[in-house]
């Protein structure tokens, strides 16, 4: 077998990761270089607050002035990793293909584990309606008018709404007489592969993540995403640092000769929040 370089590695993660990330699409993302300094891994993200319009009833009366107030939401990265010691056995008589049977676990594994991170955010909030146990259509689309009609009184923007469902709920929309499904010729992304419609407003997008019997809808605001790859490091015998595809992976494979072995480790730092609850309304089964 010939080894691949991590440069070469890179490459090939960039295909698997494209195909393992969906939610972080969907929302927010901050820049890795706003988690650089002394702060820890953590950044706070700004949310303004809504004012109130006054009226000038007499003209040249004194008018009034309003504070124009932020509320912050902590963000901060956790540190995801795979790592796989291989042995000299396994790299001369086992391994035929590195990036099919070593990299692709891995850069799935970390992948997965980033995406869980705005998962649990979503997984996390507190049901505001619920489907009821037995579906029908009538049930299905009543539910989803309530959370387009929460979303539109809380003054949420009409566009950048998405509706993130579990397996069982997507099943459940996709038998609702005239729901309509997007086409998904000339575009292989991440984002539409994994749309499965369009309906009263909202991208409706299908994640593994999300707990059974959960619909979370959202504007792209209501959540934040953050994602770094980690510093390159002196002691690898090679590594990479690339970002693609909308998330950014270290690989470094390291040479353990006290073991006759060799490491590969894939890791990255991910982190996600809840930055405005007035743009997200969550909906579950009556039995979740």
């Known amino acids: 077998m010939a080894l691949l370089t991590s440069q070469q590695i890179s490459r090939l993660s960039v295909g698997l990761l494209s195909r393992s990330l969906v939610l972080p699409s969907t929302v927010s993302r901050i820049a890795g270089a706003e988690y650089t300094g002394p702060n820890g891994g953590t950044t706070t993200v700004s949310v303004p607050q809504p004012g109130t319009s006054r009226e000038q009833v007499t003209p040249g009366a004194t008018i009034t002035y309003d504070d124009v107030t932020e509320v912050g939401v902590d963000v901060s990265l956790s540190h995801l990793y795979h790592a796989k010691r291989i042995t000299a056995e396994e790299m001369t008589y086992e391994l035929v293909n590195f990036g099919a049977q070593i990299l692709a676990v891995q850069v799935d594994a970390v992948a997965r ?13 507190t049901s505001e309606g619920a489907f009821a146990l037995s579906a029908s259509d009538a049930d299905t689309i009543a539910m989803l008018l309530e959370a387009r009609q929460a979303l539109t009184v809380a003054n949420v923007p009409s566009g950048d709404r998405f509706l993130a469902v579990s397996a069982d709920i997507a099943t459940r929309l ?22 499965i419609g369009r309906l009263y407003g909202f991208t409706i997008v299908e994640s593994n993540g999300l707990t059974a019997g959960t619909a979370v809808a959202y504007h792209r605001s209501g959540f934040a995403f953050a994602n770094r790859a980690p510093a390159g490091v002196a002691y690898a015998t090679d590594t990479a640092v690339f970002s693609e595809g909308g998330i950014s992976l270290r690989h470094i494979f390291q040479g353990q000769p006290d073991i006759l072995s060799d490491a590969s480790v894939v890791s990255t730092f991910a982190g996600a929040a809840v930055v405005d609850a007035g743009r997200v309304y969550k909906l579950t089964t009556s039995a979740t």
């Open 113 to 125: 584990g980033a995406e869980d991170q705005l998962a649990a955010a979503m997984n996390g909030l």
């Open 174 to 195: 996709l038998t609702v007489e005239g729901f309509r499904s997007v086409d998904q010729a000339g575009d292989n992304s991440a984002l539409r592969d994994a749309t």
